[in-house]
């Protein structure tokens, strides 16, 4: 605290002088070093785990159908898609790890022990249970100590959540991971590694996970696909069946429509999306590290918002004053400051240095004859000064302390120093006078600073639809302060119904206070069974489980290691002001897969039924299965480019409206299949077109319907309401060109007539551009807008 005080150093008691290196060696062998191990998965298991999941499956078993029926090409190249699909989440992921790991670049935690009856410094990976180490102010406690001998003031904020300074006498246990602020004490090393408190937290982190909403829902709609896909599969062999056809006749039809129901470039066009926004996001200072989080985050009904470091900017400040009678605020102010140390490291010496700065106080006004900082064991800061021929002493402190040695009546101060304390401020006592005689001049009021930003980004997050919680482990009348003071409604929830049963309207509460670390992990998980998709914003240790357990887990930008390494999201700017531009662009993200995803449905249910209906029609196929593996790749990686495509946001959380999107689809399908099938059956009836020749048509009639397609869902309102990026158009019109290139040039399929192909084009625009009406009333009546 004070650059101007020298302590020596405090030697430990005789019947305990440490470890010899010896005793040392051995213990470092059988517990291992003082660290928290960090699960690191290898490169290549990383990127192979990437490849077992149920969508990638569905891939792999369209390789295997493909080497089946000896088609190599398109399982080379669907293959290629699969590690593709693969490679883009990877790299993105590993992009923001290295950014991440650059965060974590900082000095390295030393510790002074004593070894061989020697004191001695060494790194605090190397202390080992029993140990005896040397703690002063501005050092890391690099293992939990018990003191044995002095006394320290402590900031455990990253751990506990308290903002306020702890003060530890000898007996008493400073944690790993906390800040000494304060004091000078010596004591025995009691545990190391993950059996500290800090690494018991960190267990919990391990432990701690939430589903990944975003697969289940697809493999959801994957599998209703596939139900339809086994139903059509079951008509066809029923019929092939009465008209006495082989099996091995209708094979390559079956083939086909398995291939139609296939959702080829579904991963990718997901990873893409994610990948996309989350480099959007970094030009906000957010850095994405689990890829699915933009889906959870775009869901987000609660955010768990620490206090501590996150609404607050964990640094005391001024907030009351009350001068005694016969003095003045400024002579509080300077009083107060003279008692504290300009070059000192206490947050509350540098708070009320600020303020009396701010006053017109300047230092070296008189001087300094002698300067004690902060002592938990006395409770008081006090510093001797020389005015022209006689010393003055300041002093400040606990305020019953400072008032007992100035001598002060109880009802002068007490019914203030209850007022302040009542507003959740934390109070202190300042005197000043003579070294016989001593006078209070008053009480200061202290408070950790809130973000000038916290209210506004509150407001935007409650304007999104989210509601935010305040989860602290500070006390209820400085948590329900600070809520007022950013705009959080609502009741604070008492530390005994927080630790009870957290069902009911306990979850009603907008603060909750007095919180531990498995607090917060319980509340994160009972919100969650409740049905919300929570959020969780932290910076400390003790945030760290809520912030795994979590669907969208967010380390603030002064986090610590372990709060970054358990959270899916890292903010790089001070404040929340990160979150809201996630929730934005996640929901742009969210509502481009929906577009793909409602495009790929009508499409797959679309051809099968085509395929099916066409055979029932005609006995012949609609589609040969080199046509049909033409056409996914096409069209689909035409439809990737969704994924970049200009979007509205929704003003309210995204959730999976399966049903919805199911109905959609089904009913739009039915009216696609109604041109593609009318055009199949003039061809067939009315033009008496050949097999092939007919085929190639269909071919390019549901290339040409997909792209209308595309064009008539991106928007939930009508098409023309916003206009598409170029990259979507560009995309369209190089996937035009090869098919026409393909069917007017005879290449893989007989050539067909400009006259037809340029009629089908002019039909597809017309027919869609009424669709579009229809469109609308639905996805009003389906609520997916």
């Given at each position: ?12 008691p ?12 051995a213990?470092l ?14 490169p ?21 159908i493909?080497?089946f ?13 699969l590690v593709?699909?693969a ?10 790890q ?6 974590r670049?900082?000095?390295r ?16 990976e ?10 002063r ?6 293992a939990?100590?018990?003191?044995e001998?002095?006394?320290l003031?402590?900031?455990q ?5 308290e ?14 991971g906390?800040m ?18 800090f690494g018991?937290t960190?267990?919990l ?22 139900v339809?896909?086994?139903?059509m ?6 019929y ?10 209708v094979?390559p ?5 398995l291939?139609a ?5 579904l ?8 990948a ?8 906000h200072?957010?850095?994405?590290t ?9 869901s ?8 501590t470091?996150?609404l607050t900017?964990?640094?005391?400040t001024?907030?009351?004053l009350?001068p ?15 008692a504290s ?6 947050p ?5 240095i600020?303020?009396?700065a701010?006053?017109g106080?300047?230092d ?9 900082p ?5 409770k008081r800061?006090?510093a ?5 021929e006689e010393?003055?002493?300041f002093?400040?402190g606990a305020?019953?302390v400072v ?7 109880d009802t ?5 120093a209850?007022?302040i304390?009542g507003r ?5 006592g ?27 980004i ?27 003071q950013?705009?959080?409604?609502g ?10 049963d ?7 509460c907008?603060?909750f ?12 998980r ?6 919300e ?24 930008a ?7 390494a358990?959270a899916?999201?890292?903010l790089?700017r001070?404040?929340?002001?990160g ?6 662009a ?7 897969i ?14 099968m ?6 055979f ?9 299965p ?5 056409f ?8 990737m ?18 049903r ?13 299949l109604?041109?593609?099938l009318?055009i ?22 549901l ?19 916003s ?5 979507l158009?560009?995309?369209s019109l190089?996937g035009?060109g ?26 597809a ?5 009424c ?8 996805f ?6």
């Amino acid at each position: 605290m004070s650059g101007q005080n020298t302590t020596s150093t405090i030697v430990p008691p005789r019947d305990h002088r440490g470890l010899t290196t010896a005793e040392a060696q051995a213990r470092l062998r059988q517990h291992g070093p003082n660290a928290v191990a960090e699960d690191k998965a290898h490169p290549v298991k990383d990127f192979l785990r990437r490849f077992w999941a149920p969508i990638p499956w569905l891939l792999e078993a369209t390789i295997i159908i493909q080497l089946f029926i000896g088609e190599k090409v398109e399982a080379a190249v669907i293959g290629g898609l699969l590690v593709l699909n693969a490679m883009l989440s990877l790299l993105q992921e590993g992009r923001a790890q290295k950014a991440l790991a650059l965060l974590r670049q900082q000095m390295r935690v030393l510790a002074h022990v004593r070894r061989d009856g020697v004191w001695t410094t060494l790194p605090s990976e190397e202390l080992v249970q029993g140990d005896v180490v040397h703690l002063r102010q501005g050092i890391i406690v690099p293992a939990d100590v018990k003191l044995e001998a002095g006394s320290l003031l402590v900031d455990q904020s990253a751990l506990t959540g308290e903002s306020a300074a702890a003060s530890l006498e000898s007996g008493k246990t400073a944690y790993a991971g906390s800040m000494v602020r304060g004091g000078e004490a010596t004591g025995e090393v009691v545990a190391t590694g993950a059996r500290t408190f800090f690494g018991k937290t960190a267990e919990l982190v391990r432990t701690a996970g939430s589903v990944n909403r975003q697969e289940r829902e697809i493999v959801g709609v994957v599998k209703n696909l596939f139900v339809v896909n086994a139903a059509m599969v079951v008509v066809v062999i029923g019929y092939a069946h009465h008209l006495g056809m082989s099996l091995g006749s209708v094979l390559p039809l079956l083939l086909t429509i398995l291939l139609a129901s296939i959702p080829v470039a579904l991963p990718a066009t997901f990873t893409l999306a994610a990948a996309l926004g989350s480099v959007e996001l970094s030009r906000h200072g957010v850095l994405i590290t689990r890829l699915s989080a933009l889906h959870d985050i775009a869901s987000m009904t609660v955010l768990c918002s620490d206090k501590t470091g996150t609404l607050t900017r964990n640094q005391a400040t001024v907030k009351a004053l009350w001068p005694a009678p016969g003095a003045s605020e400024e002579d509080l102010l300077r009083a107060a400051a003279f008692a504290s140390d300009p070059a000192g490291q206490d947050p509350v010496d540098g708070a009320i240095i600020k303020a009396a700065a701010d006053r017109g106080w300047r230092d070296r006004e008189m001087a300094l004859i002698e300067f004690k900082p902060f002592d938990p064991a006395t409770k008081r800061a006090e510093a001797v000064y020389r005015d022209k021929e006689e010393s003055r002493r300041f002093m400040k402190g606990a305020s019953a302390v400072v008032a007992k040695l100035a001598g002060a009546a109880d009802t002068l101060w007490q019914p203030q120093a209850e007022i302040i304390a009542g507003r959740g401020q934390r109070v202190l006592g300042v005197a000043e006078g003579t070294a016989g005689q001593m006078r209070l001049v008053g009480l200061i009021g202290l408070e950790d600073a809130v973000r000038e930003d916290s209210k506004s980004i509150v407001s935007a997050i409650r304007d999104a639809g989210v509601r935010t919680v305040m989860v602290t482990g500070d006390n209820a009348l400085t948590a329900r302060s600070v809520a007022e003071q950013v705009g959080i409604p609502g009741n604070a929830c008492s530390p005994d119904k927080l630790h009870g049963d957290l069902s009911g309207d306990a979850l009603d509460c907008s603060v909750f206070a007095g919180v531990f670390p498995e607090d917060k992990f319980r509340l994160v998980r009972d919100f969650q069974r409740r049905g919300e998709v929570v959020g969780m914003s932290g910076d400390g240790v003790n945030d760290a489980p809520a912030l795994r357990q979590a669907e969208a887990g967010i380390a603030v930008a002064n986090a610590t290691d372990v709060a970054k390494a358990a959270a899916a999201m890292v903010l790089t700017r001070p404040g929340l002001g990160g979150v809201v531009a996630a929730i934005e662009a996640s929901r742009l993200v969210f509502q481009r897969i929906i577009t793909y995803t409602l495009n790929m449905l009508i499409k797959k249910i679309e051809i099968m039924a085509l395929l099916v209906i066409g055979f029932l029609a005609t006995g012949h196929n609609a589609l040969t299965p080199l046509l049909m593996v033409l056409f996914l790749f096409l069209n689909d990686f035409v439809t990737m480019s969704l994924s970049t495509d200009r979007m509205q946001y929704s003003r309210h959380p995204n959730r999976w409206n399966t049903r919805g999107i199911l109905l959609a689809a089904a009913a739009l399908a039915a009216c696609k299949l109604v041109f593609s099938l009318g055009i199949f059956l003039c061809g067939y009836h009315v033009l008496h077109l050949d097999m092939p020749h007919l085929q190639t048509m269909i071919f390019a009639t549901l290339i040409l319907s997909a792209q209308a397609g595309i064009y008539l869902l991106r928007e939930r309102g009508h098409f023309w309401q916003s206009p598409p990026r170029l990259l979507l158009i560009g995309s369209s019109l190089l996937g035009l060109g090869v098919v026409a290139v393909l069917a007017l040039g005879g290449i893989l399929m007989p050539a067909l007539s400009a006259s037809f192909f340029l009629a089908v084009a002019g039909a597809a625009i017309v027919y869609f551009s009424c669709l579009d009406w229809l469109k609308v009333w639905l996805f009003g009546r389906l609520n997916l807008r």
